[in-house]
């Protein structure tokens, strides 16, 4: 099986630009979270889609927003960027809920000029 | 609310020698306890984790973690460390009522020289 793949891997965007993440999870998973990794705050969770409807949201601005397909696959957008929102994002898919483990991908690290 | 703490930044060990990582944990209800590791440029990879039972659990690449409930900890250990683990250890809990979020420690890097 192919493991979770996340395009870009990097991105260099301005202030105030907007971007969009994307995430494919293993095949057959329905659940996919997003992270925020910084050498600051370490890593902080986003937000988690399960069968395309937000389950869960962490505490970030309105400017991160995410959807999952009916497909699994999910984005993530961050509208008017600003220079702290430079971070590795990280994807996770898993097959169902409560003990299951989380597969990451490599994550799609962006910088804000 | 939940939370993970990892006091140690760093842990430097000897090539052959114990290797431990710490953990401690808050959470309300019963934890699910994760142990991931991040190596350079790349996202973090399971190691182990506890559910419930045996408070020994023993994971991937020989690692183990033991479950101490009156002690809330989950520390992480291999008896015998290679300089491939030099690497990024997370620590995580869920709680059970929260679906898949997972709250992670600051991480602990781990330095193996030979």
């Known amino acids: 099986k192919a493991g979770v793949t996340q395009t870009p891997r990097y991105l260099i965007k301005t202030r105030g630009q907007q971007v969009t993440l994307s995430c494919s999870p293993i095949s057959g998973h329905r659940s996919v979270s997003w992270y925020q990794q910084t050498p600051g705050q370490g890593l902080q969770f986003l937000f988690e889609y399960f069968s395309e409807t937000q389950r869960n949201k962490g505490n970030f601005p309105g400017r991160f927003s995410g959807r999952q397909f009916s497909n699994s696959r999910s984005e993530m957008n961050v509208s008017t960027l600003e220079l702290g929102d430079s971070a590795l994002y990280l994807c996770?898919?898993?097959?169902?809920?409560?003990?299951?483990?989380?597969?990451f991908g490599s994550g799609t690290q962006l910088s804000v000029l | 609310a939940q939370s993970v703490a990892q006091p140690e930044d760093q842990v430097n060990v000897a090539e052959g020698n114990p290797l431990t990582v710490k953990c401690t944990y808050s959470?309300?209800?019963?934890?699910?306890l994760f142990w991931y590791v991040q190596y350079p440029n790349r996202g973090l990879q399971f190691l182990l984790k506890?559910?419930?039972?045996?408070?020994l659990v023993k994971g991937s690449y020989g690692f183990e973690a033991e479950f101490n409930k009156s002690q809330t900890s989950f520390h992480l250990k291999k008896p015998s460390a290679l300089v491939s683990d030099s690497a990024l250890y997370f620590c995580a809990v869920r709680d059970v009522a929260a679906g898949n979020k997972l709250t992670f420690g600051g991480g602990t890097r781990v330095l193996v020289k030979p």
């Open positions: 959470v309300s209800g019963n934890p699910y």
């Open positions: 996770a898919s898993s097959g169902g809920q409560g003990e299951q483990k989380l597969f």
């Open positions: 506890y559910i419930t039972g045996d408070n």
